[in-house]
Antibody, heavy 120, light 106 residues
Framework: QVLLQESGPGLVKPSETLSLTCSVS????????WTWVRQFAGKGLEYLGL???????NYSPSFKSRVSMSIDTSKSQFSLELASVTAADTAIYYC??????????????WGQGTLVTVSS | DIQMTQSPSSLYASVGDRVTITCRAN??????LNWYQQRPGKAPNLLIY???KLQSGVSSRFSGSGSGTEFTLTISSLQPEDFATYYC????????FGQGTRLELK
């Protein structure tokens, strides 16, 4: 059973960089793409971008200037960095797996999510 | 950007009811349309992918249909555990979600 677990600071100061890591257990990160999605309190879901196991990235145009993703296949981890955060970036951040080809590019396995608050 | 619009935004129904949620895109998304269920305090859970394919382990009372720009999620006979929020998602160009449909007990 593949499990994803987000980790990182729950509190980030304005103008600083939000950094999160997603650890994958029970399966390989190889041959999959991995993604980050966030959710404001009680609101909808917002896609930030994805990274393949080879390191290719696809960022949402809404975040392209501020977001960076990386992957460490040896540790079965992938990471998110979001620069120059403001209070508007306060949200629950989820990592997820992108399903294999033929599966609508859906996100088939999700982490439990981690709340990140931006505040001084 | 591809915008996804769900209707209704909220829906009241009873156990045993058949309900349908609609998702419209402002341009064609081909077959790249997925549906998720989210219960309070939990991560989204994939129900339907590629318009109509049932994710493994998901009850067959969930079904999806549609093409191009208009899609529907149908729950054939509501069970207590189905009261949740549902999101559509396009993965044709980048990825965007609908705003969600909250399904509540009447």
């Amino acid at each position: 059973q593949v499990l994803l677990q987000e980790s990182g600071p729950g509190l980030v100061k304005p103008s600083e960089t939000l950094s999160l890591t997603c650890s994958v257990s029970g399966g390989s990160v190889i041959n999959y793409s991995w993604t980050w999605v966030r959710q404001f309190a009680g609101k909808g879901l917002e896609y930030l971008g994805l990274i393949s196991s080879s390191g290719s990235t696809n960022y949402s145009p809404s975040f392209k200037s501020r977001v960076s993703m990386s992957i460490d296949t040896s540790k079965s981890q992938f990471s998110l960095e979001l620069a120059s955060v403001t209070a508007a970036d306060t949200a629950i951040y989820y990592c997820a797996r992108v399903a294999v080809a033929g599966s609508g590019r859906a996100f088939d396995i999700w982490g439990q999510g981690t709340l990140v608050t931006v505040s001084s | 950007d591809i915008q996804m619009t769900q209707s209704p935004s909220s829906l009241y129904a009873s156990v045993g009811d058949r309900v349908t949620i609609t998702c419209r895109a402002n341009q064609s998304v081909n077959i790249y349309l997925n549906w998720y269920q989210q219960r309070p305090g939990k991560a989204p859970n994939l129900l339907i992918y590629a318009v109509s394919k049932l994710q493994s382990g998901v009850s067959s009372r969930f079904s999806g249909s549609g093409s191009g720009t208009e899609f529907t999620l149908t729950i054939s006979s509501l069970q207590p555990e189905d009261f949740a929020t549902y999101y559509c998602q396009q993965t044709y160009r980048y990825r965007t979600f609908g705003q969600g449909t909250r399904l509540e007990l009447k």
